[in-house]
């Protein structure tokens, strides 16, 4: 299994930043892609951001030169920088972990990131 905490969502006005982290432990793999995705009221949930244990990302279209996704291997941590936030970035943001050679995924609780003045 593999744990996820996830942390820094919140409450922000347009326009506004916020940088969420999530850090995973237990039967951690090299092998890995970590990331974000969301899920607003009413919608399915959507990628917004991945990155590889070798640092390769992949964005929504919706979120390219806002969001910015980083990691530290070392620490098993992923970040999502958010930048320039909007109204339609309102949902919660579920950290994943996935281990690539089992085809496995696990979840975070999710964070609520709220986009409001």
């Known amino acids: 299994q593999v744990q996820l905490v996830e942390s820094g969502g919140g409450l922000v006005q347009p326009g506004g930043s916020l940088r969420p982290s999530c850090a995973a432990s237990g039967s951690i793999v090299s092998l890995n892609v970590m990331g974000w995705y969301r899920q607003a009221p009413g919608k399915q949930r959507e990628l917004v951001a991945t990155m590889t244990n070798g640092g390769s990302s992949n964005y929504a279209d919706s979120v390219k030169g806002r969001f910015t996704i980083s990691r530290d291997n070392a620490k098993n941590t992923v970040y999502l920088q958010m930048n320039s936030l909007k109204p339609e970035d309102t949902a919660v943001y579920y950290c994943?972990?996935?281990?690539?050679?089992?085809?496995?995924?696990?979840w975070g609780q999710g964070t609520q990131v709220t986009v409001s003045s």
């Open positions: 994943h972990y996935k281990k690539v050679v089992l085809r496995i995924m696990y």
